[in-house]
């Protein structure tokens, strides 16, 4: 069966660092992805990995750990807006590829 | 440039009722992908397209579940004989061309209420 988990929510403060985690058990790995949901609205694409290591773009940051089945979303400078849910998303080995999503982790960032 | 479309933007039902929901890819994607989502889950896949044809409808959660895509470009995702347990949002997403490493680019979805 496929497992993703993430923590069901979060709270920051606006200007801190905060670090979403996320944990897979998959038949198959082919990559890793973090979205951005706002509430009531699209996911959009924040990042992906497939290789281990740490993927750097602005304030957001990615890290993967293939042989730990482990990734985490970094976010820097926390910001009012990046209040949203986010959702971690395996891309699975087989010959088509829908996404395997987390329920996605709800973080709230306060004054 | 133009995102993925989707329409209507909600759609009210009785229980017992067909309906059907709209997608529109961005331009030159190939691959197209249905999901639903109830509130407080993640997207839950339901069908890939790769051109015209359903390359992968495992997720479809039985038979009243149907989607097609005759051109290889808008995808029509049909329900029959709608259950109040089918209200979610349903999202559409398409990719350049349904790669492993493809990015997914999301509509904003179609909220559907069964009454």
């Known amino acids: 069966g496929q497992n993703i988990d993430q923590p069901t929510e979060m709270t920051a403060t606006e200007g801190a660092i905060v670090q979403i985690n996320c944990t897979y058990q998959?038949?198959?790995?082919?990559?890793l992805f973090w979205y951005q949901q706002h509430a009531g609205e699209a996911p959009t694409f924040l990042s992906y990995?497939?290789?281990?290591g740490l993927e750097e773009k602005g304030r957001f940051s990615s890290f993967l750990s293939r042989s730990k089945g482990y990734s985490y979303l970094l976010l820097k400078e926390l910001q009012m807006k990046d209040s949203a849910s986010y959702l971690c998303?395996?891309?699975?080995?087989?010959?088509?590829?829908?996404?395997?999503f987390g329920k996605g982790t709800r973080l709230s960032v306060i004054a | 440039g133009a995102g993925v479309s989707q329409t209507p933007s909600n759609k009210v039902t009785e229980k017992g009722k067909y309906v059907e929901l709209r997608c529109d890819p961005i331009?030159?994607?190939?691959?197209l992908y249905w999901y639903r989502q109830s509130l407080g889950q993640g997207p839950e896949f339901l069908i890939y397209?790769?051109?015209?044809?359903?390359?992968?409808d495992s997720g479809l959660p039985n038979d009243r579940f149907f989607a097609v895509r005759p051109e290889g470009s808008v995808s029509t995702l049909k329900i029959q004989r709608t259950e109040r347990g089918d209200s979610a949002v349903y999202l559409c997403?398409?990719?350049?061309?349904?790669?492993?490493?493809?990015?997914?680019?999301f509509g904003p979805g179609t909220r559907l209420t069964v009454l």
């Open positions: 998303a395996v891309s699975t080995y087989s010959g088509n590829t829908p996404l395997v």
């Open positions: 397209f790769q051109g015209t044809g359903a390359a992968d």
């Open positions: 990995n497939v290789l281990d």
């Open positions: 331009s030159g994607h190939t691959a």
């Open positions: 998959t038949s198959g790995f082919n990559g």
């Open positions: 997403a398409s990719s350049l061309s349904g790669g492993r490493s493809d990015t997914q680019y």
